[in-house]
């Protein structure tokens, strides 16, 4: 068995003296890990820091084998997002959700391909520029899991106009008309979805769609399978919550 693709790092952890397990979000073979060999020299380290992109080469005698990586740099971009606390905490809360929601070895092509965009904006950006893409990223996830939300008309009245709630239960819009008897239990729906801009988005519409996306997360992907939101996900939303509690006093 053996394959090449690129790859971001999700996570490295040590294993015996010298050797290393890269776990990776590959663009053809999805979420997969591998031995990597000399994995815990300084030089290889620096290289599989998680966010960077590498090109890897995959090998095992059987397909069900663990295998071993052997990896070239790509994009190098980890180092950027490590000068800022928000920056660090968006790349903690990325490759965390992906190992969590993402199935082992199961191809998601636009996962990386999306994850790939938001990494790079993360790595030189605020985290009003960049949540937006990060939250879209989600949204793709929920839908590529086969999950989606239906946010383009009224769960109620067909209406496409001042969607501002999202149903709990069903996952769909829901007009402030139609919900207003019910608006205690429904989940905030920020414009901000609807637009294709890449204005900056506001400390409180970040928070609450960081909110959805969490929410459909925890409940249709993770809670089935034994799992909650990861906490590396749950301090970028307080870091939202954070921001927009400053910005509200």
Known sequence: MDWTDDAIVL????HG????ILEALTREHGRHLGLVRGGASSKRRAVLQPGNTVRVQ???RLSEHLGTFTCEPVRLRAGDMFETRAALIGLNAFTAVASAVLPEREAHTPAFEDGEYVLEIMAGHGIEEWGRAFVRWELALLEELGFGLDLSTCAGTGTTENLIYVSPRSGRAVSAEAGKEYRDKLLPLPAFLFEE???PVSPADLADALKLTAYFLNHWVL???GKTIPEPRRRLADLASSRNASESA
């Open 11 to 14: 996570s490295l952890r040590a």
């Open 17 to 20: 003296e010298t050797s290393a």
């Open 58 to 60: 995959w090998r095992a």
């Open 197 to 199: 801009t890449r204005t």
């Open 223 to 225: 809670e089935p399978h």
